[in-house]
């Protein structure tokens, strides 16, 4: 194994034997990597005891379901290196941000994080170029320094407290290549979410979010992020976006429609 780095990584994780091997295996830099895990019936456990006994320096812990954002909050403060990575499961990190890690933790005390680009597969294309990125997000984070919003239940983020920096090089590799049956489930659960935390937020349907996030949704990863470059695949990943932007626009208005008008069957009166 190579030099290790004053660096936690933090993963949580139910069933993911099939992903989390190559996860592992991108974080051989780190002096401390916390998995915490929420009931796996698959060989999660096992796999993660098979790194363990081969001296990887993992802590595996299991702790009941919290909702994304406290179960990624519980697994941070297990961690006890001065920096703290955040990675899923199905996540890599690519040869580049490896590189670069060891001058991200040397950064002056004035920046308390790092965001980080990342970079899907996608079915029939493979992972998309370096110049085709989603939005970076922070998560490199010195311990101490920030936390998760516990409100959020989808799209969790840190919070920091202090400046953070973009990462100039090197992203997130993101390897669930779902098929689309399994992909509109996803998208299906996700906007589910986001929708209830913005009804419980006070947020009220807009008419306009209806007609102009899904479009807007889409040109932004299509042309913005750059998933033209990708082809078909490119295209069918901005659509499944647009897909999860109507469908929270959409749950948010029926959410608040059935609290005004509950729906009863009164074919028999007319």
Not at 212 to 239: D, K, Q, V
Request: aromatic share 10%.
């Amino acid at each position: 194994m190579t030099a290790k780095l004053p660096l936690s990584a933090f993963i949580i994780c139910l069933n993911e034997e099939a992903y989390l091997g190559n996860c592992i295996e991108s974080l051989e830099q780190c002096a401390e990597i916390v998995i915490v895990d929420s009931g796996s019936t698959d060989g999660t456990a096992a796999l993660v005891q098979s790194y363990i006994d081969a001296g990887w320096p993992i802590r595996f812990m299991h702790e009941p379901w919290r909702g994304y954002a406290g179960q990624k909050q519980f697994a941070l403060e297990q961690c006890s290196e001065p920096w703290c990575f955040n990675i899923d499961a199905d996540e890599r990190l690519d040869g580049a941000l490896r590189n670069l890690l060891p001058e991200l933790l040397a950064t002056s005390d004035e920046i308390v994080g790092w965001r980080v680009a990342r970079r899907p597969y996608l079915i029939g294309y493979g992972y998309t170029p370096e110049n085709v990125r989603e939005r970076r997000n922070l998560r490199l984070i010195r311990r101490g320094r920030g936390g998760y919003d516990l409100s959020q239940k989808v799209h969790e983020g840190i919070v920091p407290d202090g400046n953070v920096g973009k990462a100039r090089t090197g992203s997130l590799l993101h390897f669930r290549p779902l098929v689309m049956d399994e992909q509109i489930l996803k998208e299906n659960k996700y906007s589910t979410l986001k929708a209830d935390q913005q009804v419980e937020s006070g947020k009220r349907p807009r008419f306009y979010k209806l007609v102009f996030a899904p479009p807007i949704y889409f040109l932004r990863l299509y042309f913005r992020n750059g998933l033209w470059r990708c082809g078909l695949s490119g295209f069918i990943e901005a659509m499944t976006g647009a897909v999860y932007a109507f469908l929270t626009a959409a749950k948010i208005y029926q959410r608040h429609a059935l609290e005004a008008r509950p729906n009863v069957d009164d074919a028999l009166s007319r």
